[in-house]
């Protein structure tokens, strides 16, 4: 990725002289998301693997916890 940057800041400008809008869309392979589905199911897939799913449901596990955890928990005396 940081091998293209220098491109990419080359065409940003050249278009930005021109009045032009620049907009950058980053793509992701999935394999991270794949694999981590694969450790999800023991090493097999559950089916139908979408990594859209995968990525939108680490997305919320990660950031919208559901439950808390005994550290979380306050202490009853």
Same mark, same amino acid.
């Given at each position: 990725?940081?091998?293209?940057?220098?491109?990419?800041?080359?065409?940003?400008?050249?278009?930005?002289?021109?009045?032009?809008?620049?907009?950058?869309?980053?793509?992701?392979?999935?394999?991270?998301?794949?694999?981590?589905?694969?450790?999800?199911?023991?090493?097999?897939?559950?089916?139908?693997?979408?990594?859209? %799913?995968?990525?939108?449901? %680490?997305?919320? %596990?990660?950031?919208?916890p559901t439950t808390t955890t005994l550290t979380d928990t306050p202490?009853?005396?």
């Amino acid at each position: 990725m940081c091998m293209k940057v220098p491109a990419i800041v080359e065409e940003i400008k050249k278009a930005l002289s021109q009045d032009m809008c620049v907009v950058i869309g980053l793509q992701t392979t999935g394999e991270s998301s794949l694999e981590s589905e694969m450790e999800a199911n023991k090493g097999e897939p559950d089916g139908f693997v979408s990594i859209c %799913r995968e990525i939108l449901q %680490r997305f919320v %596990r990660d950031h919208f916890p559901t439950t808390t955890t005994l550290t979380d928990t306050p202490q009853v005396t």
